[in-house]
């Protein structure tokens, strides 16, 4: 979402984003922006989200499934080659020493890069991906930030950033990579356990047209402006209706059956025509 944040497109272009350093101040607005609900944006929601579909889950799930299993399968087959079992201080290398052993000192080398490429773009993501969410949100929460980085959260994004560096360089001599790695992944499927709950009361907040299949919920001011609607809807120049003029009736209504003042007397109530 950030690379498209990044290049203007939808209704970032009115919110703003965090520009690179050499590029063009831009002011983040602390709150967000919607497209009026009409038919034009609504069919132009449309065919950005067909983009966004694709992206999804062509790119993104597709790969994130193959990034998963093949992996797995190298060190599955890797084990059986070995007849060994990876400890936590041998798992990082294991892939590439048993490949070096079977066929040859290339692939040892070869598989080290291909897994640091892999481990480094990940990191990197997540990384970045903490630090401007911390921006974005002390910038959206916070008038005191906002007021400090002066419209320009790049003032803090940066520092912020350099400072985290600092504390990861520390840490990561702390113990083995693959404790590191596993606490990384536990802290991100944590908050991944609380994501989806918020991201659904998100939805639910945006226009009719943008929102996602099931997202029914209605807030009281939205269904205010649909009772709203439905009044002038019966109103005939702005004026009230005539007496005795309303909405139609289904003629298959049923009948609805309410208790008489009577002791246990019971009586239906036909709808009028």
Partial sequence: MNHYRDHGYGMSHRV??????????????????????????????????????????????IGAFLGMLLPTILMSHSVALSGEVPTDETVTTFVAVVLRDEY???????????????????????????????TDGANAISPRFRKMVAGDPRRFYFPFMLLLIIVIAILIRATLPVRLIQI????????ALIWPFVLMYLNSKLPPAARPNGCSHRTRDQMDQDGRETKLAHKPNGTCPPRGVGPARSPHRRPRRIRHPGPGRRIALTPSP
């Fill in 16 to 61: 703003g984003y965090i520009a690179g350093l050499r590029g063009e101040a831009k002011e983040v607005q602390p709150v967000g922006a919607t497209f009026p609900s009409d038919e034009k944006n609504t069919l132009l929601w449309k065919r950005w989200f067909r983009y966004l579909v694709i992206d999804m889950w062509v790119v993104f799930a």
């Fill in 184 to 191: 990384s992944a536990n802290m991100s499927n944590f908050g």
């Fill in 104 to 134: 040859g000192g290339g692939l040892f080398f070869l598989a080290l890069l291909v897994g640091t490429l892999i481990l480094f773009s990940t990191q990197l993501g997540i990384f970045e991906a903490m630090v401007r969410n911390f």
